[in-house]
C-alpha cells in the first residue's frame, strides 16, 4: 500500500504539553500538509486547562474552529472521533506517510505497545505500525516508570520515534513559544518538513 504523500495523522492525547501538539498542527497546515486529527476526550480537558481555548464539543465544530483559527484550505484538516471507526485512518487502505502522538500519555503509549486498539488513537498507531510508516511519539511524563522505559524500548526496536519534549537551550530562548518550537521544530525534522523555527547547532 502506498501512503498519502501529504497526508500526516495527528493525535492530541491528555498529556500536559497541549502547546507542543497545537502549534505543531499549526505548523503541519501553513506547510500545506493534510492533516487527519484525532482529539481525545482528556486532551480537550487539558487545552481548556492549559491555554486560552476553548473548543467545541463535537468533532465537526473542532474541524471547522482549527480551519478557520488557521486558515487553512478547505479539505486540508478532517477530524475524527474516539469511536468512529469508518474514519480513513483505521485501515491499511488508507495509511498516511506519517502519524505524531503529540503529547503522548503514558496510557496511550502503553496501548500502542501492546497493540490494544481500544480507541480510533490506538488503532490509527496500530495501521501505521503495521504498514510500516513512520510514527512519533511525544511522551509528556517525568519521572518515567520502568514500565514507560519498557514501553518506550518495545516500541523504539519496532522503529517508531520517541521525541521526548525536551527543549535545548544553547539557542538562548526568549519566551515559552521559543521552547515549544524548539521541540516541534524536531519532529518536523522526523517528517521532513522544512522549516525555520529554531536556530541549528553551530549556525
Not at 5 to 34: H, M, N, P, V, W
Request: aromatic share 6%; net charge neutral; proline share 6%.
Amino acid at each position: 500500500m502506498t501512503a498519502t504523500k501529504k497526508l500526516i495523522a495527528l493525535a492530541f492525547t491528555g498529556a500536559s504539553g497541549a502547546q507542543y501538539g497545537l502549534r505543531l498542527l499549526e505548523c503541519l497546515l501553513d506547510a500545506g500538509e493534510q492533516v487527519y486529527l484525532m482529539v481525545s476526550a482528556p486532551a480537550q480537558v487539558v487545552i481548556g486547562m492549559e491555554t486560552d481555548l476553548k473548543l467545541p464539543g463535537r468533532t465537526a465544530e473542532i474541524e471547522r474552529f482549527f480551519t478557520e483559527r488557521h486558515g487553512a484550505r478547505p479539505g486540508q484538516l478532517r477530524v475524527f472521533g474516539r469511536e468512529e471507526w469508518t474514519a480513513p485512518v483505521a485501515s491499511g487502505s488508507s495509511v498516511p506517510r506519517a502519524m505524531v502522538v503529540c503529547p503522548c500519555t503514558t496510557g496511550t503509549l502503553s496501548s500502542i505497545a501492546c497493540g490494544a486498539s481500544n480507541n480510533l488513537i490506538d488503532r490509527a498507531a496500530d495501521v501505521v505500525l503495521k504498514e510500516g510508516r513512520k510514527l512519533i511519539l511525544v511522551p509528556r511524563e517525568t519521572p518515567f516508570s520502568v514500565i514507560h522505559l519498557e514501553n518506550m524500548l518495545k516500541l523504539a526496536r519496532m522503529g517508531v520515534c520517541i521525541l521526548p519534549p525536551s527543549p535545548g537551550f544553547y539557542h538562548q530562548p526568549q519566551s515559552i513559544d521559543d521552547l515549544v518550537d524548539f521541540v516541534v521544530a524536531r519532529i518536523l525534522d522526523q517528517l521532513d518538513i522544512d522549516h525555520t523555527l529554531s536556530r541549528r547547532w553551530a549556525q
